[in-house]
């Protein structure tokens, strides 16, 4: 049975459904993706803002028990030392509680250093103020100042130095979400904006579609309609569609054609009408006598021609038709109406059940005819065997006697349907109501067209399987295309593989032709000229530039004749510039089981970087041994005289001087260490504040004076700004400051510049001494390298100083670079950008070093249309105070305890003393108690962390605001009834009351 194909409406129901139904699917994906984003950072967030609150609190409770300690060693007061004590036992217990908080989280193994640093200096800490506490009660001032200067001061710096560590990380950590969930809301804002494009896409795309597929075509079959209607013979383009429109194209091209026919035909007959006419009208008089036997024979002429146009019209319903059951639908009845029958039934054997299925079926009523016999019997069997016709009179039952029961009996005419060999290929049962037996004309005629109907009955459904092989076969192409594109894609992705991997890639036949090679073994040896070639020649071509003498050429011979079971070589090559390259060779055996053929894949892998790190590594191993076994043999050798002889005090302070200084040495060389391994695991924490580095570089040179009977000559321009840390700094002019004094030992001076040069600030360190060989330039900065010659074997150093410049200046977006002539001096400069102060003229200052905390009070104030400043140093609020001209800030709310050395109270001790933007509004922001001097004014607040961004523009909106004429008495006392009644006593009477969170504000009657 032919597949029923799906309507126009169908499919265009279809189309707007699938639509719609990806479209919403995939907004709704989209939405709930995001959406869960979101959630998923704001959760993240809240619990790292957590985590960091702890810590700074825990922070600021180290600074408190160090102060309290700090100041009952200063005043020796009793109540300082039970505040400390308190305040002691309190931080041990908080310190433990967060311990645990962060073990049960990731943070035991991201800050596991820090942390276990921080544990091991407060316990070092708590058991040295034990000590020092009974110093003090003994009054033993020198001993507590030695302590503090070994081990107190030194666990206070580690502590503090752990917490910034942490906090930085943190602060890194909040960042990031806050970036993450910004962008992921953004994202969220564009997913109406899609919603509305994709629904404008897709109904443009579906007016498109309806356009071509579906009004157009209607358009041209109208007008071909009109045309025919209008008397000419139009013939459509057809579509090969196999929808209504289709049909509609093939049914106006037949009706043009039948029309034409029929045209042509009446006009033949019209001739022979007026031809017999002349002629009857010539005989009329010799004809009279037989016209009514001439109205008979027209008569009969005129069923003949009736016949003969329903035979024509049956044949012509016989081809022309795409599918078989259009075919059966208008060929059967066209035969039944040709041959004056009422009902016809064709049935054929199924080849694949071996029954007898009914094809079509004509004029019997509904349900009379089951649509497959298992097998036939009777007169149907008989006429399959014999390939003869058989009539059979039969009663009719109830639903076959018509509408008014007029019929009784019904004639049955079997007809086999014979192929052009005779074969039998299906039945055709005739029945006529009403008649008992057989004309022999109608017989006969019944016979040719029966054989007609066969004939193309089996043509058709040729046609039909063709067309259903023509299907398959187009399926199939298409699965076969498919599939090449897949193997394709296929084949595509493991080349990019291949060429993706950094091993070079050789393979082979069995006979060693080379079959493949990827692009890194052409960009290791030039691989070009050997494809094609043989394998064992390209080994042969390494082997000859290998200055260890391997056998390249013999390994792979015997690789290749299988006598060979290490599959695995290594081998050096020389280049003609001295250098070495180092290579590991892998060869795998490959087998195709289908055609038993086998190949070989050679890898190179280039090794050069492992053995330059193996070499690194033993010189480390070699320069750490030797740098500290020297100062460890010094002071096991002196601390060795001390425990073991009886040495004058003279002697014993000199040797532990020695002792001392050896052991300094070593730990600036542990340092050394610890700082470059930090830095280049990006775990140095920087606090970037304006310094000054004409102060640096003139401090840092003041004390290298005369070191080693070197001068130091400065050239130095007042006041050079840069954003730093100035303790990194610091160590970075010391560091250059070191090897100029190193590495000139014949000469008496070293240079110094500190200068401007537009927005840049330009260090210079110059010194006139070795100079630099030329070999050596590329690898000065390479951690543990020093210049190997005989002037510079006498020099000690670990050659990590230059390595740390380096890393400090790049970490400050600086640049690092110097100019050298053996035997003449070097010069090492660093540029970097100069500091430029933020204008705070009418803006709201935000002074803080809790970068969250910054940008939130930020776009609190931003969405008020009010401007921000936002600055994370007490140094850089002075520097900008300094330089801001205008009108005066709206306000500044400010951190206590800021990066860098100064604190918030500087900045407002500035503010203060400044004589025009003295009386700007100030609130102190901080998680500090306030101290016993401070007291609030007008325009100077005290809120303390935490507080919420409402308090917070509250506050600040109330201090901005102009004084008015009749301004509102404020008390500081919240006690309604008190201030009520206290008013009253003084005359003054009371009209509304106003509670606030931490005042009261009291309106009173005018004249009062």
Known sequence: MPTKMRSIASNVSVLIFTTILLFAVFVLATGLTMNNHIIEARDNLELEMQDQALVESLYNDSQTVVSDLRAYLAFGRADFLTQFLAMRQTFDAKLNDISDRFQSRDYGEKFSNEWNAILKAWASYRQSSETVIELKKSGSMEEIENMSKTTTTSNVNDMNRNFQTIMSSQNESVQRWLDDNRKRTDMLILLPILVVTGAAIAGGLLVVYLRRKVIGPIVQADAAVNRIADGEYVQVALSHRNDELGRLERGINFMSGELRQRHVALKESNKE????????????????????????????????????????????KLTGHVEIKAFLNHSVKALLQALHQDAAVLIAENPETSAFDVIYSYGYPQGALPSSYKELFGPSMRVLHEKQAIYRKRQLNADERGIHGGYDTALDQYYPLLDEYSHVIGMLLITSYGASEVDDTLHRLTKGLVRQFALAFLAQTTNEERRKQAYLLEELNEELSQ????????????????????????????????????????????????????????????EAGAPDKSQLGEFAEAVLNGTLEQVQERFTLALEDGREEHFELYVNSITDPIENTRSFLFVFRDRTNEEMADEMKNEFISIVSHELRTPLASVLGFMEILLNRDIPKEKQKKYMETIYKEASRLSNLINDFLDLQRMESGKQAYQHIPVNMSA??????????GKQDHRIDTAIEPEVFVTADIDRMTQVMHNLLSNAVKYSPTADRIAVRVAKDRDYAVIEVQDFGLGIPEDAKEKLFNKFYRVDNSDRRQIGGTGLGLAIVKEIIESHHGTLTFESELGVGSTFRIRMKTYRATGMGGKVVIVEDDENLSKLIAVAFEKLNVST?????????????????????????????????????????????????????????????????????????????????????????????PAQSNPTVVFPVQDREAIATKLEEKGIHVTDLKIKRDIIEVEVKKHD
Request: proline share 3%.
């Open 483 to 542: 599939e090449r594109d897949s193997l394709q894609q296929q084949r595509d992705l493991v080349r990019r593989i291949i060429e993706s991997i950094h091993e070079g890639m050789v393979m082979c036949d069995g006979g060693g032709r080379i079959l493949f090679s990827n692009e890194r073994m052409n960009e290791m040896f030039g691989f070009d000229r050997f494809s094609g070639s043989n394998v064992r020649d390209f080994c042969r071509h390494l």
């Open 869 to 961: 400043v936002q600055l994370r140093s007490a140094e850089d609020a002075v520097l900008s105070l300094r330089e801001t001209t205008g009108p005066a800030p709206l306000i500044c709310i400010v951190d206590i305890q800021l990066d860098g050395k100064k604190l918030g109270w500087d900045f407002i001790a500035e503010l203060l003393q400044h004589p025009v933007y003295r009386n700007t509004p100030v609130i102190v922001s901080t998680v500090l108690e306030p101290p016993k001097h401070f007291h609030e004014t007008d325009t100077g607040k005290y809120l303390r962390k935490p507080f919420t961004i409402d308090r917070l523009l509250e506050l600040a909106a109330s201090l901005m605001e």
């Open 696 to 705: 640096v570089v003139r401090d840092v040179s003041e004390q290298w004076q």
């Open 273 to 316: 009408l007026i031809d017999q006419r002349d002629l009857l009208e010539a005989q009329n008089e010799e004809i009279s006598a037989q016209q009514v036997e001439q109205q008979e024979m027209l008569l009969k002429l005129t069923d003949r021609e009736r016949e003969l146009e329903l035979i024509t019209t049956y044949q012509e």
